[in-house]
């Protein structure tokens, strides 16, 4: 526990440990042996309580949604509070949900394969997430982490201003958008779920296209369709206002919130991305990301996924094995696990995209944190 606390209080950055590895020529298979292989298996009775757990808790929010029905006059004063506080943690229940579709697309739920595709697409359709489509571009991620021209996700647009001077209206109209206007990151982020749901082409190579199109049309088939049911039931018995209260604003709530995490463990301020001469696994799963840590109550609704750097040197793990993982991973390796409490600093730089700027001698990109902007 003294690691941890000083671990926490006085957090490493990424170019003192990119250093640090660059000494010791440290890899990815010595790390991984760090953790037990007991952490590497799922539990079935750890999986399926979390599973009913979470389902259990948007039970008990539906029907806490349901008591509450404002009207006017003084009622509102306690209502919409209540409103507020209920739409909150449901919407951070469905980021549990999340993570344990998450846990399927890793195949670390269960043993069996169907199993893990079953439970994959029950928890994510509910969020807009085409399970099969979300497995390929995640796995990609995890593959090349900060890797720059091959990050499928919203980073793949961070650009020097030498680059973004380059870019023409026509194509890099989405990413000069970013630049201009603030919370940029955002935008980003909202394109790349959009593009993973309607253009899902433009993030796969031509043999991933020509090998799965089916299977991926099917997944993204079966996503809209589980959407039309809920809207349209909630439509029909509740109205608009039902489709909002009961899915919609909870379902925003959750993304905004898994946003937030994926934006904060992947692109602070002191993040680094790398070309491809100079990265290196080890580079891409340790040196590019950090914990972040919440309140114990909040990471254990989360299902832990902010213990972000077990996951990446070993995706398999199950969400409940995550936080010893990392314990041993911190204990077998001190000078390189990065940990930090989350705060508004990990926020202050969201308000304007910041451009990329190379470390010519040290091989990696850092952000810019001038705050001049085209």
Known sequence: MEVLRKAVEAPL???????????????????????????LKPDARHSWWALMRILGCMALCLYGL??????????LWWQIPVLVALWVFYGWVLVGLFVIGHDCGHRSFSTRKWVNTLVGYFCMSPLANS??????T??????????RGQEVDWAAHLLTREEFAGLTLKEGFITRLGYLLPFGIVLWIAWNTLRRGIAIRTMLSDRQWDRGKRRLLLSNLLAGVCLL???????????????????????????????????????????ILYEESDWT????????????RFPAWLEYLWCSINFHIPH????????????????????????FYQEQKFGLVHLRWFYRTPFLEKEEDKGYYLLDDSTSHP
């Open 281 to 292: 696994p080890v580079r891409g799963q340790l040196v590019s990301t950090f914990d972040v």
């Open 138 to 147: 995640h796995d990609h991620h995890h593959a090349y982490t900060q890797l």
């Open 131 to 136: 399970f099969h489509t979300w497995r390929l």
């Open 312 to 335: 990446h040197v070993a995706a398999g793990i199950p969400w409940y094995h995550l936080k010893e993982a990392g314990r041993c991973l911190r204990q077998a390796y001190p000078k």
């Open 229 to 271: 049911s809920i809207y349209g039931g909630l439509w029909y018995f509740c109205g608009f206002w039902g489709m909002l209260k009961y899915h919609g604003i909870p379902a925003l709530v959750a993304t905004l919130t898994g946003w937030l995490i994926i934006a904060i463990q992947h692109a602070n301020e002191d993040s």
């Open 66 to 75: 349901s008591l509450v029905q404002p009207g006017s006059g003084a009622a």
């Open 13 to 39: 950055l990424p170019r003192t440990v990119d250093e640090g590895m660059r000494r010791e020529e440290i890899t990815l298979a010595q790390i991984r042996r760090a953790i037990p292989a007991a952490y």
